[in-house]
């Protein structure tokens, strides 16, 4: 694009306009141009081609409407050896044809082509329109091509990514159409052995997808996941360390994916997770005290951000499993003390997190028994609280403990309080969802 004259003045003169209806007459202007220029393909080279696909994909962006102008020009651009036109014929499918249904025979064996193709770019590009427009008739004709990328070991780690994402895109499509029987045990391999924590992070957005209500296609799919979090916590490559935080992100995810599923039932999966749940707590109280002793603040908040976000997530997980044995209602415990001390942080965001994750072990199983020690702790930065929506969940956290710790609530006490709540608002659009737990866990479970 830097050498399209046409294009920067284009772009200059719509800048200029001084209101929509002389930006609304300057673009009827270019269209018309357009339109006349397509009336004579065999005249036009290329660069021709790029620069008006180009104008169009910013007319559009605009919000103006162009009709059908243009898709046979970025057919034909598909369609081309070139790279660049290539490109430009994807980048116009991916932005102008986003909201069409159906996309034509042709353009779709233009894609056919270019997956089956030897050039990994090439294919890439094809891979990223497919996953953005795929529809219905794309379904089901490259679907088991797309497939099968994360099953041969010749394809690169690149391509891997890209056809999860397609994958994605067809399960939201027409989940009862996705082979799970097919890819449930090779999904679960790559993300137990592949040592590329990208593709790693892909698989395990994939399975938090797909393998909810079909766990038994994915053959040990939460022992993978336990493994596979053991590696990430302890030994990640370097490469990947975040502000001395292992892959966080990575973290993160596999946490929430272990959250779906019931617990393991192997003694040795058990012990492994308790002592990863154990690392990461640890390594989270490490920087709590920096943060809460009122000395001047050193170094970067990305830091305590990263430890924190696998600790709420710690929370959340352990919460969903009810049926702890002494040794896992310990660490409940223990993380539950870890958590109240965390109030001391300034920042409303951080004291919102912790508070929704000790809500989360106070409604379990003898939550309540774990909350109530700090009960007055709880009832003191209650009246202190000057953030409204903080100031919500401290009233959950104090109406869980009156409805189930004490006998009829204190007068001071009840005169805090007061309803509605809208946490039960936020459950309802899952943010921090408590998942229903009945028959889901292990009785063993650390």
Not at 68 to 77: H, K, R, T, W, Y
Request: glycine share 6%; aromatic share 8%; proline share 5%.
């Amino acid at each position: 694009m830097a050498e399209m004259k046409g294009l920067h003045n284009f772009i200059y003169e719509i800048k200029k306009c001084k209101s929509p209806q002389e930006e609304e007459a300057r673009v009827e202007l270019e269209l018309t141009k357009i339109r006349a220029a397509f009336e004579n393909p065999k005249k036009l080279k290329g660069y021709d081609r790029k620069k008006y696909m180009y104008k169009l994909i910013m007319i559009y962006l605009l919000g103006h409407k162009i009709a059908v102008v243009g898709f046979s020009e970025a057919l034909n651009l598909v369609a081309s050896a070139k790279l660049r036109e290539k490109l430009t014929g994807y980048l116009y499918f991916s932005i102008v044809m986003l909201n069409t249904a159906d996309l034509t025979s042709s353009v779709i064996e233009c894609m056919r082509q270019d997956v089956c193709g030897r050039n990994e770019l090439v294919t890439s590009i094809a891979l990223n329109c497919i996953a953005i427009v795929a529809g219905p008739n794309i379904l089901g004709i490259l679907q088991p091509t797309i497939a099968n990328f994360l099953v041969l070991s010749e394809i690169s780690t690149l391509l891997k990514k890209k056809a999860a994402m397609c994958l994605l895109k067809f399960f939201r499509l027409a989940p009862e159409k996705f082979p799970h029987k097919l890819l449930g045990g090779q999904l679960v391999g790559v993300l137990e052995a592949t040592a590329d924590l990208g593709l790693v992070g892909c698989i395990t957005s994939l399975l938090q997808t797909v393998a909810p209500g079909n766990l038994p296609d994915y053959p040990g799919l939460v022992d993978a996941a336990i493994t596979r979090l053991h590696k990430t916590v302890t030994v990640t490559d370097p490469a990947y360390v975040y502000h001395l935080v292992p892959a966080p992100w990575l973290t993160v995810s596999l946490l929430r994916l272990l959250r779906l599923f019931p617990a393991s039932s192997d003694p040795n999966m058990q012990a492994l997770l308790q002592q990863v749940l154990n690392t990461i707590c640890e390594r989270a109280a490490q920087t709590a005290p920096e943060r809460v002793s009122g000395q001047p603040f050193r170094g970067k908040l990305s830091f305590y951000h990263c430890n924190y976000a696998a600790l709420f997530e710690v929370a959340q997980l352990v919460a969903s499993y009810d049926n702890l044995t002494q040794a896992g209602q310990k660490v409940k415990a223990n993380l539950a003390l870890q958590l109240v001390g965390m109030l001391e942080a300034n920042g409303p965001t951080t004291k919102w997190s912790v508070l929704n994750a000790l809500l989360a072990l106070g409604q379990t199983r003898l939550g309540t028994d774990i909350l109530e020690p700090h009960r007055e702790t709880f009832r003191i930065r209650f009246k202190t609280e000057p953030n409204a929506t903080v100031l919500q969940i401290y009233k959950e956290i104090l109406d869980l403990l009156d409805e189930e710790c004490l006998p009829p609530p204190s007068a001071e006490l009840a005169a805090l309080h007061v309803t509605p709540s809208v946490m039960d608002e936020q459950d309802e659009h899952g943010f921090f969802a408590h998942e229903d737990r009945e028959g889901r866990h292990s009785s063993d479970e650390d």
